[in-house]
């Protein structure tokens, strides 16, 4: 067992999973209606509604109804909004881009309360992609989490419930034992409630300071841990073998940080899993390394496991399962199987039998070139499902690259010589190696919208390839400061500090002009926008790596370390996460980019595919539509509408869920990276989006964007 009941267990019947919730259900979809009352819809994730008053015949009647801004942007920061909205009622509740929460009229878009969690808390930086809603006869609260707590509000005044956890927040550290409570550890997305127990993800660090990623189910009233799932399995427990002994006692990541799926009539939870930490060299931990890069089916009630399946076996890949799965229901050889659906970064879909985890499709294994890498020893063979076929290309060859234009592919094919490429599973390399699809997916934490009537599963995918080059951290002496800094900041800010191109992790060469050495060092303790805390370090490491970081490499601390007494047990670090551009800033491959694809799960086919958002200025050169990168997912509708923003370009568009034509598109004040919501008020449908930027080097924004059609 890989549970740990801190409360009454639950009776099991013949062995199997067959717990009867008490709370009604309405159907398999569980389809939103006016509201929409959960992350995703549904907590199936359907990221449905059955709401047609906005349909294919009125469409270009859609204009904006109302506008909210958040009036909470970092002067010159980089932040975002990647929040999924709830609709309750007439009131919406979302998140801010500093993780405040609010709540205003549905309808108009006036503001009703707001909750600033920084006022009375450190919570450093983050994102978070929306909130969770209970209620009862006596009473309802509202659960979101920012920084390190899950903070339970009341939904009528947005004044913190005191009685749950302490004064009204729990500590997302709380059950991962003794020694992970000062290593990072936030919630970006929501989990799912079932009957009084919040069942909880996590996100933490992906360098090999990562706390271990176990599942926690809390009371929803008291905020007391009931169970806990272990998915870096203790002795005794399934899977401890697939481990180096006692690597739970140091072993972190496996966690679930893209949010998960409840059939609430059986009391199952779906929930898949992300990567051990370290991400991308496993030397230390090898082995299969269950419950990494798995969808688990747990008993809802006291967290047991049903059944499970590894996606990714030993990942050095960072192949987290990005997204939670879809429960559906397929009609194979006159059968009606009640199915889920779990799309990943590498453009696939695993599709099982929800009830036993029995694959749907075939599944085939596949032979895994071996690592060069000193220590690593990557697992032989990786499952690929077969059907259906996949939604983005799968490997990176000379005959994908570029053809926008010939002063493109000649720098692109230059760019490749001495990279290792050419297999979907190529192993990290010093030599450097070609991630395709890249490290953002294929498919990512925007989900997939599922359709029941027709059996059409809609997702959107990134086609960009990334380059992984890993840099030994041993060999030689070198500063206290430097190796502090190759070990926590060079995967993200580059080993040369140079930061991203495309303005993700800034640059720190000058680092010194912007901030003092009190300043350097509280944003270390605290962390700030994508940067976890780094509190769990010794005072000396944080002073040197702030010397590192302020003064020129030959005026360092005196403090070396040798190549045997490395910060780090990993012998490696990367030179960051490095998307594949040409000379101009474009993908290195073949357009298209990005892309909306339809997937019928009945047939195990791609019902159609086409390319989601446009550079203008390629456009006008008469190269076709290339699509962008992506992120944040499509809503589907019974009006026949697929709704999306997602792209570069900034458009919110809706498209014909039977074809793909494009019918309507928006330009908004910022990018809509995040998932769209649906509802009506008063008989009058809405469809809303938060439009927060700050990705892909696009620019910020605060806003909420609802539109509705015209009078």
Known sequence: MNILILRKPAFWVMGLFLICSCQSTSGDREE???????????????????????????????KPAWEFRTEDLSDGGNTQIQCNPLIIDGILFGTSPRLKAFAVNAATGDPIWEFDPHKDFEIGGSVNRGLMYWNSEQQSRLFYSAGP???????KTGQLISEFGEEGKVALTKGLGDWAQDRYVISSTPGVIYKNKLILGTRVSENSDAAPGYIRAFDVITGEIDWVFHTIPKPGEFGYNTWPKDAYLTAGGANS?????????????????????????????????????????LNAENGERIWHYQTVRHDVWDRDLPAPPNLVTIEKEGKTI???????????????????????????????????LEGEEVWPTQP??????????????????????????????????????????????????VIFPGFDGGGEW???????????????????????????TKGGKVSLGKSAYFTHCGMCHGLDKMGDPSGAFPSLMEVGQRLDENEILGIIAA?????????HLKPEIKKALVNYLLKPEGNQDSHTIGADSNLSAVPYTTTGYNRFFDQEGYPAVKPPWGTLNAIDLNKGEIAWSVPLGEYPELTAKGIPVTGTENYGGPVVTAG?????????????????????????????????????????????QFVVIAAGGGKMGTSSGDYYLAFSLEN
């Open 32 to 62: 939103a209606g006016a509201d929409w009352p959960v992350y995703l819809g549904s907590k199936g994730s359907a990221q449905y509604s059955s709401l047609d008053q906005i349909n294919k015949v009125n469409i270009g009647n859609l």
């Open 149 to 155: 707590y899950l903070f339970a509000l009341d939904p």
């Open 257 to 297: 940080w893209a949010g998960m799926s409840l059939d609430e009539a059986s009391g199952v939870v779906y929930i898949p899993t992300g990567s051990a930490a370290f991400d991308f060299w496993g030397g230390n931990r090898k082995g299969e390394n269950l419950f990494a890069n798995s969808l688990l089916a």
């Open 338 to 372: 009640r199915a889920v659906a779990q799309i990943t970064k590498t453009g696939r879909v695993f599709v099982f039998d929800r009830a036993t985890g029995e694959p749907v499709y075939p599944i085939v294994e596949v032979d895994i070139p071996p690592s060069s």
């Open 384 to 433: 690929l499902p077969q059907v259906p076929p996949p939604f983005s290309r799968q490997v990176f060859t000379e005959a994908e690259v570029t053809d926008i234009s010939p002063e493109s592919e000649a720098y692109v094919r230059e760019k490749i010589q001495g990279l290792k490429f050419g297999h979907t599973f190529m192993p990290p390399s010093s030599e450097g190696t």
């Open 446 to 472: 925007g989900g997939a919208a599922y359709d029941e009537e027709s059996g059409l599963l809609y997702v959107n995918a990134n086609e960009m390839p990334w380059i992984l080059t890993m840099v030994p």
């Open 527 to 535: 962390g700030k926008g994508r940067m976890p805390a780094f509190q």
């Open 640 to 684: 026949g509408l697929v709704f999306i923003g997602a792209s570069k370009d900034e458009y919110f568009r809706a498209f014909d869920k039977d074809t793909g034509e494009e019918l309507w598109k928006y330009k908004l004040p910022a990018g809509g990276y995040a998932t769209p919501a649906v509802y009506a008020v008063d008989g009058k």
